[in-house]
C-alpha cells in the first residue's frame, strides 16, 4: 500500500513565559510608582494641593501599567504600542529630572532613577527582539 504523505500544519509558537513576566512585571512596577506619587501626599502632615509631580508620576506609572496590559494582549499592534508607551515612560522621568519636577539630591536617588529607566529600556528591547511571538 501506499504511505500517504502527512502535512502537519505549521506549529504556532507558544507565547514565551519571559514576555508574560516581563508585562507583570511592568503592570506592578506602575502601580507601584502610582502608590508612591499617591504616597507622597496621603502621607504629609499637612494636606498638599495636587502638584505637577504628583500627576506627571502618577501618568508614567499608567504609562507603564498600559505597556504591561498591551503585551499580555499578545497582538503585534498592542506590542508596538507598549514599546511606545515604554518610551514614554522613559522620556517623562527624563523630563521630570531635567525640568526639577522630581530633583535629585543624593547618590542612592540618582541610582535609582538610573536603574529605573535602565530596566524600562531592557523591557523595551526585550519586546522587539521578541516581536515575532506576537500575533
Given at each position: 500500500?501506499?504511505?500517504?504523505?502527512?502535512?502537519?500544519?505549521?506549529?504556532?509558537?507558544?507565547?514565551?513565559?519571559?514576555?508574560?513576566?516581563?508585562?507583570?512585571?511592568?503592570?506592578?512596577?506602575?502601580?507601584?510608582?502610582?502608590?508612591?506619587?499617591?504616597?507622597?501626599?496621603?502621607?504629609?502632615?499637612?494636606?498638599?494641593?495636587?502638584?505637577?509631580?504628583?500627576?506627571?508620576?502618577?501618568?508614567?506609572?499608567?504609562?507603564?501599567?498600559?505597556?504591561?496590559?498591551c503585551v499580555l494582549t499578545k497582538k503585534k499592534n498592542s506590542a508596538i504600542l507598549a514599546i511606545g508607551f515604554l518610551g514614554l515612560f522613559?522620556?517623562?522621568?527624563?523630563?521630570?529630572?531635567?525640568?526639577?519636577?522630581?530633583?535629585?539630591?543624593?547618590?542612592?536617588?540618582?541610582?535609582?532613577?538610573?536603574?529605573?529607566?535602565?530596566?524600562?529600556?531592557?523591557?523595551?528591547?526585550?519586546?522587539?527582539?521578541?516581536?515575532?511571538?506576537?500575533?
Open positions: 500500500m501506499y504511505a500517504s504523505a502527512k502535512t502537519n500544519p505549521p506549529r504556532q509558537q507558544s507565547f514565551p513565559k519571559s514576555l508574560k513576566v516581563v508585562a507583570y512585571l511592568m503592570i506592578v512596577f506602575g502601580f507601584v510608582e502610582m502608590i508612591i506619587s499617591f504616597a507622597r501626599n496621603f502621607f504629609a502632615a499637612t494636606p498638599s494641593p495636587v502638584t505637577p509631580t504628583f500627576i506627571l508620576s502618577s501618568l508614567i506609572g499608567v504609562f507603564s501599567c498600559i505597556a504591561g496590559l522613559v522620556i517623562g522621568r527624563i523630563i521630570m529630572i531635567v525640568s526639577g519636577f522630581s530633583p535629585i539630591v543624593s547618590d542612592f536617588q540618582s541610582f535609582a532613577v538610573i536603574l529605573e529607566i535602565s530596566i524600562a529600556v531592557l523591557f523595551g528591547v526585550h519586546l522587539v527582539q521578541n516581536i515575532q511571538y506576537f500575533e
